[in-house]
């Protein structure tokens, strides 16, 4: 594990000096937080401004799953996106040849190689979006700290989903489209389950899991569901990790590296 720590200080230190040497783009990546941010914002002011709202959520309770989302985002753009993105172009030019022969797990090094600070914008509006609706609500801290859990599972399951979707690569190599999609269906986490017809919730739950990045960790911030969703979680995010894993062995027995 120390080993494994030392190796992710020397990926992210590299990373973030070859970043920061463009430190501009940080300002027009927190403009273009802002502008998605006001955009979500609107979008959902447009459902809200007559008195209407989706059953059981009101404006303040709402917003606490945007914030989720938004929080969500920014982690991904900062972690996620960077890394996993590169999997089809090392596919394609053979440099994945180069990772499998390093002494380290070649999940580990493609999953963690390389970090973008541009995405800690949204993490940081999202943050504080969550704490202006949390204070309108009258949250506590206890509250927070009971969301940690599903919190750092939907983080997992989001980056399983990623993963093994990247792992495709290798049979399909061109996936961008598909990478798409999966965003695409994400962006339904901006709003709560209960805003979709019920078979697009059985989709989102059990199907392409969203309600549990964003839905079910708000409930657990409101304190909304008991120790069976979180547990729920908690099982689901440990089961695609350990699927990620297999399913990457799968791929690399059909993978035919550049010298062959």
């Not at 972690?79 to 999997?87: A, E, T, V």
């Not at 704490?131 to 309108?136: M, V």
């Not at 309600?211 to 969703?229: D, E, Q």
Request: with cysteine.
């Amino acid at each position: 594990m120390e080993r494994y720590l030392q190796i992710l200080k020397l990926f992210w230190g590299a990373a973030i000096a070859a970043e920061l040497e463009y430190r501009f783009n940080f300002m027009i990546a927190a403009i273009s937080s802002i502008g998605s941010l006001l955009g979500s914002l609107f979008g959902l002011f447009l459902f809200y401004r007559t008195g209407y709202k989706f059953d059981g959520w009101n404006w303040e309770e709402a917003l606490i799953i945007l914030a989720i989302f938004t929080i969500l985002q920014g982690l991904s753009a900062t972690f996620l996106i960077p890394n996993l993105n590169r999997i089809v172009e090392q596919v394609q030019e053979g440099t994945l040849d180069f990772v499998l022969l390093k002494p380290i797990s070649s999940q580990f090094w493609l999953s963690t190689r390389t970090v973008s600070p541009w995405g800690i914008p949204d993490v940081i509006f999202g943050g504080l979006l969550l704490g202006y609706a949390g204070s309108k609500l009258g949250l506590g801290l206890g509250n927070y700290l009971f969301s940690i859990v599903p919190l750092v599972c939907g983080i997992i399951i989001l980056y399983s989903l990623w993963f093994m979707l990247g792992s495709t690569s290798i049979w399909f190599v061109k996936i961008y489209n598909v990478t798409e999609v999966l965003r695409g269906l994400l962006e339904a986490g901006r709003y709560p389950m209960v805003a979709y017809p019920t078979a697009y919730r059985f989709f989102f739950t059990f199907l392409v899991p969203v309600a549990f990045l964003t839905t079910v960790p708000a409930k657990v911030i409101l304190a909304r569901v008991g120790g069976t969703w979180i547990l729920g979680s908690f099982i689901l995010a440990g089961g695609l990790f350990f699927a990620s894993i297999q399913f990457w062995r799968l791929a690399l027995r059909y993978y035919t590296s550049a010298s062959s």
